[in-house]
């Protein structure tokens, strides 16, 4: 099957908020603000993980720590969301401008938390811009 890369159609968006909503409503009401704020959607995160307000079978909330950890990875280094369709299957993704590089934030928490390892969100997120900046370097990235 071939993958479409698409921008978001308004359902998909409608999701990808909802998932933000989920993560964001970890502050309290006067500090939503500080979601707009790349480290603090790291710390946010961290600390959801380390209080172990999520089970690790509970995928669905995993995954918005993903779109939050995607928003930080968007906002860091300028990439956009898109979605890629295959067969029935549409799933939101980061696709750095002018590249082919595409990033699958929605599962890059859940998957670790999955087999038990522990995440440290900065480490993870420092990881993911080195690679995003070295693949769109790379010419083999560059779109043609």
Known sequence: MTQQIEKPGEEDWA??????????????PEAQHKYSDVQEKLRLLQTILDAGWIERHETVKLQCLGITFGDALAQEVGMEWVVVSEGHERDPALRYPGTTVILFPLTMISKRIERGETVVVSELFTGMIDLVREMARDPEYQRH
């Open 15 to 28: 999701r990808i908020e909802a998932q933000r909503k989920w993560v964001r409503g970890h502050f309290t």
